[in-house]
């Protein structure tokens, strides 16, 4: 066999090689209607490049097609425009963007939009009523919880979360409970005593 394949080989000039390249580029630009037809045949079938969804923001229902590799947070930010949760990692590390989907808190960054079909969504955006802060927000203020403010969004979203799923007993739980939310200016003693402070209000 190895002998067969070099007499078929020494055969071969390097002007026979492309003279035979030339010829196929000019068959291949000029076209070969049957080709062409056939390569048209066995392309393959087109598909969706979106997904409809549809969902409550706020208190307010959205329907929207979206790509299905869009995750919440994008979702939020690019397409609806409510910018308060934050991309701070992008990896879900840092609590940036938490926001509550039906009642509970997410890192909206690792969850895929599509998933949020029927539900309900919940941001900074919308936890406050009318021009009254939440007492979360409130407490935030009172207790000087922030510095640059880039996590806070994150934080007080959180910690609406903590006290609503009964994990704001002591300052150890809420640290334990809030140590998903990173905030790089250590503004933490304001932190759980703002949670703290929210706490017995939200309570009662």
């Known amino acids: 066999m190895e002998n067969e394949i070099r007499n078929m080989t020494s055969n071969l000039s390097r002007r026979t090689v492309l003279q035979s390249g030339v010829a196929l580029s000019v068959l ?3 076209g070969l209607p049957q080709l ?10 087109s598909f969706s490049t979106s997904l409809d969804i549809g969902f409550t923001v706020n208190g307010e229902a959205v329907s929207m097609a979206i ?19 934050k991309k701070g990692c992008d990896h879900g590390q840092c609590g940036a963007c938490t926001i509550h989907i039906d009642g509970k808190r997410v890192v909206a960054c690792l969850t895929p939009a599509f998933q949020v079909e029927g539900r309900e969504l919940t941001t900074i955006e919308g936890i406050a ?3 009254e802060l939440h007492p979360m927000q409130q407490a935030f203020i009172d207790n000087d919880a922030l510095q640059c403010g880039y996590c806070t969004p994150g934080q007080i979203m959180s910690g609406i979360a903590c006290v609503r799923e009964g994990h704001a007993g002591s300052d150890d739980e809420i640290r334990e409970y809030m140590s998903g939310n990173l905030c790089r200016c250590g503004a933490y003693p304001g932190i759980v005593a703002a949670i703290a402070q929210a706490a017995q209000e939200m309570e009662t």
């Open 129 to 131: 009523a009318e021009d």
């Open 67 to 85: 790509d299905p590799r869009t995750s919440v947070l994008d979702l939020l930010r690019e397409e609806i425009g409510l910018t308060g949760a």
């Open 28 to 30: 291949s630009a000029t």
């Open 36 to 45: 062409a037809g056939a390569q048209d045949a066995v392309a393959p079938a």
